[in-house]
């Protein structure tokens, strides 16, 4: 009949002596490679895949989503809020230099817009003078 499967805390299931451990965890990766290489395969972008390729696209694609939702996480933490709203993931990538620069043509749906006031826009500084109050304004020529 067969020995019965032991699962392990780790996803791992037990026959017998061999253990059988998934590509994501033996590369300490939480994202799914085989769903990544199985993404790869349909797509045809190439004849022949190996599986060191859908590894660190895995890799560097959870990277990137954390680098991500860290900066989400700041934001959502600044407007005193605990839930991260497509916003709060707006102004992360739009405020790091070069996730901006990677994702320029990427819309976020509700991440609304930047906040930012043309300097011409602005009312004019004002300085204190010898004789109390002066204003000078934001344009010299």
Avoid: C, W
């Avoid at 060191?52 to 989503?65: D, L, N, P």
């Amino acid at each position: 009949k067969g020995s019965p499967k032991k699962k392990q805390a780790d996803g791992t299931v037990e026959k017998g002596k061999a253990t059988k451990t998934s590509v994501s965890s033996r590369a300490g990766l939480v994202f799914p490679v085989n769903r990544f290489a199985k993404a790869l395969k349909k797509g045809g972008y190439a004849k022949r895949l190996a599986i060191g390729g859908s590894v660190y696209m895995t890799a560097v694609i959870e990277y990137i989503t954390a680098e991500i939702l860290e900066l989400a996480g700041n934001s959502a933490k600044e407007a005193r809020k605990q839930r991260i709203i497509p916003r709060h993931i707006q102004l992360a990538i739009r405020n790091d230099e070069e996730l901006n620069k990677y994702m320029s043509n990427v819309t976020i749906t509700g991440g609304g817009v930047l906040p930012n006031i043309h300097t011409v826009l602005l009312p004019p500084k004002v300085v204190p003078g010898k004789d109390g109050v002066s204003a000078s304004f934001s344009q010299e020529f």
